[in-house]
């Protein structure tokens, strides 16, 4: 196992996630701890600082949840802490251990250690979606009986909350890994990690909001990477999606696109709307040469 390369090891890893959402689906959560260990044996050296860790451990951390292991969540829960913790060093974003830590200690019947937790993550940023419903429920205080029907406001597609919960875990879990390697600048596996999970996507794909995040997602790490034919045609088709039109970040990685692309007009049209539906703040942290582009139109 040692002398696996590390696209070896990613090929084992996304076969073993796979194989445990099935397990899970199934409910053989035995074969599906069987499976995360066995990643978790591959991977090499300092495993935490390998990264494909996070994927591993919150596979574990979220199997012995969702079967109610109280032993292995306990057991875990320290990795998940040190690994995002990691993670909030290289990227800034805060919430993701308190996250993870509120769910278990919740778990664990630690309420008061589960509340402070959760009410950090959700104060940084951190989205309870609809799979996290009791932990959503327990924060605002109330109980799975009371609380009323969610409304959805997008009315121009079909919510991420309508996917089959198994479907939904594959989805987030690929894309989770996918948004890691972007983080580190290998582009092309990110962008294999989102198409893998676009293929879970039902049919028609532009129905769903997940379809939106990931075409989105993949026109980014096309942009960074310097494929700007292929940013183009992701980020049109994340504009067919459920509120694709009008997003910012898709108009103004289109603009930027079109502009490297040497297409000047409809660099002008798209970085022009991406301005006008968000202002100065939408270039903050781009190259100063996509504003000026579009300064005489201003």
């Known amino acids: 196992m040692g002398n696996l390369t590390e696209e070896e090891i990613r090929d084992r890893i ?4 796979d194989a445990m959402c099935d397990f899970n689906e199934k409910g053989d959560y035995k074969k ?6 066995e990643m978790w044996d591959i991977l090499p050296g300092n495993k935490l600082e390998h990264e494909e860790s996070y994927s591993v451990v919150v596979g574990i951390i979220e199997t012995a949840i969702e079967c109610k292991n109280k032993e292995i969540m306990a057991e875990w829960i320290d990795k998940m802490d040190r690994i995002a913790e990691q993670r909030e060093k290289e990227t800034g974003d ?3 251990k308190e996250y993870f830590h509120g769910k278990v ?13 959760l009410d950090f993550a959700v104060k940084n940023g951190w989205r309870l979606t609809e799979y996290d419903k009791k932990y959503a429920d327990f924060l605002a205080g109330r109980t799975a009986e009371t609380v009323p029907e969610s409304k959805s406001g997008n009315h121009e597609g079909k919510n991420d909350s309508e996917l089959d919960e198994k479907l939904y875990k594959k989805i987030t879990g690929l ?19 989102f198409l893998a999970a676009l293929e879970y996507v039902p049919s028609p794909k532009y129905e769903w909001e997940a379809s939106t995040w990931l075409y989105t997602a993949l026109g980014d790490v096309s942009y ?19 509120d694709g039109l009008g997003n910012p970040f898709i108009l103004l990685r289109l603009g930027e696109s079109f502009f490297e692309l040497h297409n000047n007009e409809k660099a002008k049209n798209y970085l022009l709307q991406a301005y006008m539906c968000d202002g100065d ?3 903050e942290e781009e190259d100063e040469k996509y504003k ?7």
């Not at 599906?32 to 260990?37: D, G, I, Q």
């Not at 582009?293 to 201003?298: A, F, G, M």
Request: glycine share 10%; net charge negative; hydrophobic share 30%.
């Open 14 to 17: 996304t076969d073993g996630y």
């Open 32 to 37: 599906s701890f069987e499976t995360l260990f």
């Open 94 to 96: 805060k919430g993701e």
């Open 105 to 117: 200690a919740y778990e664990l019947g630690n309420y008061e250690e589960a509340r402070k937790n």
């Open 175 to 193: 894309c989770d890994r996918g948004e890691q390697y972007a983080d580190t600048g290998d582009f092309g596996e990110a962008k294999r990690l």
């Open 224 to 242: 960074l990477d310097g494929d700007y034919d292929s940013a183009v045609n992701y980020l049109n088709e994340a504009l067919k999606c459920p």
């Open 281 to 283: 703040r939408i270039f």
């Open 292 to 298: 000026k582009t579009i300064e005489e139109l201003l």
